[in-house]
Structures are given as C-alpha cells and as structure tokens.
C-alpha cells in the first residue's frame, strides 16, 4: 500500500476566543500548517473539514468551501465531515484515503470549533444533538448524564474508585500545564477534582472537559510529494480505523466498553501490522474522566477492568510505560468539539518528530490516537511512526 | 486507475413525509439499495451519508452511527459529509475514493433529509445557513433572493428571458409526470410559472423547487467485488469532480457562471476522457430555474449565454440532443436538500441500466450528474457509464 505522511501541522490556541470567529480560528491554523510545512498553497489540492455544529453553534454550515475561500484555496475540493466529537478524525481519514485513492497528492485536514457563540440555547443543549434524539435528548439527558451512567457501570463490575477517576485530571493537567496552547495550563490537585461541583453523580466538574472555542490543522503528503518537504521529518500514516456503535446507550451491548474503539483499533493495529505493546504514547479521549479509563482499557494498554489501576500506578505518566495525553488531553487543552481530532494528530505528531520543547516524551516513535464521537457511537484511530 | 460500480440504487418517495422520521428515511431507502444490489448487509464495509442540516431540522446530528446502527451494519465505519444542498454527492464521491485507496470494497452512500418537522424556526431560516452568514443570512437575505441576483444578472447580460427560465420548470414537470417517486408528478403550463406568486423578482413560486422528506442510497463497488452481483449491469464511475466558490456573492468573479461548476466538471471531464458530446443525459441542479440555465452552460452543453435559448429549442427534452433532468429534477421530484445528490445518481442508473420504464431515455449510456451547494460555493460532477 502507499505510504501517507503528515508534513505541516497548525493549531490555534484553544480557548474562549470572543475577538476571534469560526473562520478566523479555521484560517488561523490553516496557515499554521502550511507555514509549518514549507508548502506553497496552490499545491493544496483538497480540503477536508471536521466541525460538529457550526449550524447551531453559529448558524454556518457549508463551512467547507468557506474555509477554502477564506484560506485562499479556491477552487479546490472541500468537505465537511461530522460525527459528533470524533468529527475532525473523519477529516483526517477521508484526507488520507484521498491520497491512497490517488485522487490527490497534498491535501489539508482540519477541525474547527466555536461554541461560545450561541444565542437562545446554551452549547449543551446543541451538543445533546450529537446524542440518539428520540431516545436520549428529548428525554433530557446530557452528555455527562450519559457518561455517568457509564462511570456508574465501570466503578460498580470492576471497583473502579472515585480517586481513580480524578486521577486521570490530576495527570492530564499535569501535562497541560506545560501546552502553551491548552485553555487551563496548570496543575490540579486529587482533592480539587473531588472537591469540585457535582455535575451528574459521580462525575464533578473536574472530571469534564470544557467548552472551548479552536482549530487545528495538518498537511497530508503522498510518499512521493513529502520527498519536497524537507522542513521536518514526514511522520507516516501506519494504521487508520474506525467504527460504529448505536448512538442509544440502551442499544449498546455493554456499558463497560466502547465496542467502537475496539472493532477501530482493531483495524488500525492490522494495517499497522502492530499490538499496543508496541505504542509509545497515546492521545485519547478525555471528554470525561472515565473515557480515559475506558479507552486505556479498549485499546489494550491494560486489560478490561484494570483501567482505573493502571491509572492510579501512574503508568499513564509522562515517564510512566504508555504515556497517555502527555499534552493535557481535552480536560486541560480544551475541547473544542469538531477540532479535537486533528489537534490530537497534531500533538502526535510534535511528539514523534522529537522537538517538543518540555512536552517531549523522549524516545517516542510510534503513537496513537482515539477520538471518540457522541458517547461512543463513533470511534477512529490512528496510528503514527517516525522513520527518524 | 481502478474501477468502481454502481451496484444497487434505492429512493423513498420524496414528499411531505408526516409520519416518516429521518431514520426511517434513510433506512428505507438503504433497504431498497441492498435488495436491489442483491449484497449480503454483512458485505457492506462502510456507510457515507449525506445530510445538510439535521442538527436544527431535527435536533440529531451525528447521524453516520445512527443510519449504521438502523440498517443493521454496525460496526462499519459510518460518515457524514456536508456542503449544503451538495451534501450526499459528496458522500457519493468520498465512498468512491474510499473503494479506490484500497480500504474497502463495498459501500453505501446515501443522502437524506428531512425539512417538514421544524419547530421554531422555517426552514428557509435553516437553508440560509448554507449562505455566508456574516454577510448574507444575517442581512436577511434568501436562498430564492441570491438566485434572483444571478437570474437578474444573466437576463441582463444575455437577454435570457422570462419564459425561457419558465420553460425549465415545464420540461422538468413533464418528465417527472411520469415519476412514481416525485412530490409533485404532475404537468404544468408556462402560463402557470408566469402567473404563480412572485417570491424574489423575477423567481416565481414554479421556478423554485420545494421543501421536501426523502432519503436515496446507492451501493458502490469495485470492479472486483461488482462481479459476484448480477441483479443488473453494473454502471462505472468514469469521472468525478468537486469544486469550491466562495459562500458570498459578492465574492464572485462571476454572477453569470458557476466557477465551480466549471472547474468540477473539466476535472470529472479528464478523468473519464470525455466532454460534453460523449454525455447523453443529465441530472442537473434545478434548486431554481436559473441554476438549470447556468449549468447547461457551464457544463459546455451549448455556449455561454445560449442556455435560455437551448431550453427554448426543447434541446433538453426527453427526444431533444440533450435531455436533462429527465426524470423530473429537483423542481419536480422534490429537494430534500441532503438526499438529492445520490437521488441524481440513483437516477441517472436507473436510465443507464435501460430499465426505466415510461422514464426511459432510449439509447442512454453515458450519463452526468451534477450537485450544486448554496448559491454554488460547492459543485460535484460525476460521470457514470454502462459498458452494456
């Protein structure tokens, strides 16, 4: 198979961003990524968009074509692809199977998100649309209702403890806090995140990510085009997958795992031709505590059950054996919904090209990510190697 | 390059759908694909669909998982692609790339929406999110206002007149007449388009196409795969083409051409080795009567400006050298704004296959269709052929 790379990465600092709009942010690390990568612009010869609900959010789809116009890259393919949270990795992925396709050469993915915007309803109430409507939301769930339920489960088959949970924001924090991009970079403490307002028992307000305004954006290369590029080290597309699972909890074959991120990261470590034992860090999906816990599990990093431990033994740190969300994860970096994904490849790659200042895990030369839309209705993963 | 097929097609009704929700929509007209196609659910690999504006028609984004789970696929990887009204060409055009880069073999790729449950809002008010919503929804300007500006601009410049834009809506009535699936199967007179309510001058109630429920699925496979099915003879993809404008008007270099349309069209043109004489029907984007003129043009069916008077001949027509829209287009069969773009695909193998019926285009083996967004920031082509 041909091989992909990714040769340009942007990000705009995540934040609430009230001087800034969605195609501000979007053009912001847009440019980043092209500077980033030494590439002329006319030699972009597609755009791919995630953005969960700009609709909503700011009453703007087609956010496609504008993010190409307001980049300059007109008239080039642009497309906007959605699965609630996991919307920028679908980006990300029909990105690279365009280049597989041969249909392109040099194509950028992006995500962007502005939620501080909304007038008449509040970013939960929108969010909850990436929920089952008929099931879920019109019954007045929310999302860390949802996942509390799931925290429930976990905590009562495997014993899963409440400072286990807060553990995973007491670490993602403690790498945010060196991001100079991440919305709240400092450090937390266990008994801040058990201390915290209660927001759906027994997840607190310390175990959620936030609502963040932001971008980010890469450059994706065939083998032979990111031969021109000499600016960094490409960092290579091994594995991609992704999966589906029922938007509806109460349709879901079990509540102690994601069966989406296993079937995707199955797919992935077969393309990869690799198990987990062989990555070296990983970005998942934090959008609550528990989802950490889930996907160190589902992606077999631990075994089933044993997420909460592995967590509390601190082998998820920066120098622990699989170093998870070692930029802050969505809880300190911010979550802003459709751009989650590509900021996630973003960090990897930083990471696995070796120059990321007091961020760096040294020696990490594979990673992984997972993103995670809805409550785990979708999931991708990607798998990233450096050559170097 | 690889070749990929057209395997299986199915449509809902298109309609005011009171007691049909998206989900059986979308489930309905995938139902119809699969037994059409003659596959094994199990042999489906992936799902795109395309879908402009959920969120705030329905309040369910997200809806790559849901249509999954409902068909009984999980747990493919399941997408959604947005560019407003082009929303489930693009779909179409991603499951292509995707069968092309390797990574599956058979897919679906379907288009749906439905625009009758609003509450709180029109849905005129949703499709201007289509728009740049800086500069022309939040200036309170409509779809039906934008396509007036450009009508008004080619009537001025080329003497288009009146009548001619009426006879669009005539051909297109006359044609869906005959179409079991159209919302409005009936003929109209041009003297009813010239006396139905004025909505934007010169625009005409029966130059606009409808607000409309209905979903449409189309399996796609490569050569490989397409050959263990033998419901019917597989129609190939021999070009495919997408293109951006920018969202707002007043950013045009042209108000007389779509730009996109043009550039979409010479890239699907190159591909398939063809031009517009080796084309013997057309779907087009009749979203208004103006937009079916400007695409025989810009599609190099007749030459700039002449479109009025290539209408005006009956060229267009079901015996004319050129027929478009042959099965009723949009202003006919109805636009649910999402499911149009595979609706056109679904359609255009139907006439290829030769087993349409009283709709038959005698003779038909080479077919284009082409799917519009907004006022036309975003356009997609696709050629298809029948090797029978």
């Known amino acids: ?114 939620m501080t915007d909304m007038r008449g309803e509040s970013a939960s109430a929108a969010l909850m649309a990436a929920a089952d409507q008929e099931w879920e939301s019109a019954m007045g769930l929310t999302f860390v209702g949802l996942y509390a339920l799931l925290t429930q489960a976990h905590m009562q088959r495997f014993g899963t403890t409440r400072e286990q949970l807060a553990l995973v924001s007491v670490n993602n924090h403690r790498n945010g806090a060196l991001n100079e991009k991440a919305q709240f970079p400092f450090e937390i403490t266990i008994e801040q995140v058990l201390k915290s307002p209660m927001i759906a028992d ?52 079990s509540l102690t795992e994601m069966l989406a991120t296993k079937a995707a990261v199955k797919t992935a470590y077969e393309q990869a031709g690799m198990g987990p034992k062989s990555i070296d860090i990983a970005e998942v999906h934090d959008c609550f505590s528990i989802n950490e816990i889930l996907a160190i599990e589902d992606l077999g990093f631990c075994r089933k059950g044993e997420g909460g431990s592995f967590v509390e033994q601190g082998r998820i740190a920066r120098n622990g054996e699989m170093p998870v969300n070692t930029t802050g994860g969505l809880k300190s970096i911010g979550h802003p919904v459709g751009a989650t994904g590509v900021r996630q490849i973003a960090d990897l790659v930083k990471q696995l090209r070796g120059d990321y200042g007091s961020l760096q895990v040294r020696g990490a030369r594979t990673g992984l990510a997972l993103n995670v839309g809805g409550s785990g209705a979708t999931a991708v993963v990607h798998i990233l190697r450096s050559d170097g």
């Open 202 to 253: 027994p997840l607190r307000l310390l175990d959620c990510s936030p609502i963040t305004d932001g971008a980010a954006a890469v450059i994706l290369a065939s083998e032979e085009a990111a031969k021109k590029f000499d600016n960094h080290n490409p960092i290579w597309i091994e594995g991609s997958g992704q999966a589906s699972d029922s938007l509806a909890l109460h349709d879901r074959q």
């Open 1 to 114: 198979m041909k091989r992909v790379a990714v040769i340009g990465i942007g990000q705009t600092k995540f934040d609430e961003h009230w001087s800034k709009s969605l195609r501000d942010l979007s053009t912001e690390a847009g440019s980043l990524a092209v500077h980033d990568a030494g590439v002329n612009p006319k030699e972009i010869k597609a755009l791919f968009i995630g953005n969960m609900s700009a609709g909503r959010f700011v009453s703007q789809e087609h956010l496609s074509s504008l993010a190409a116009d307001q980049s300059g890259l007109l008239p080039i393919p642009a497309t906007r692809c959605e699965a609630a949270c996991a919307s920028s990795a679908l980006a990300f992925r029909q990105a690279y199977m365009s280049i597989l396709s041969g249909q392109h050469d040099i194509v950028v993915a992006a995500g962007a998100e502005k």
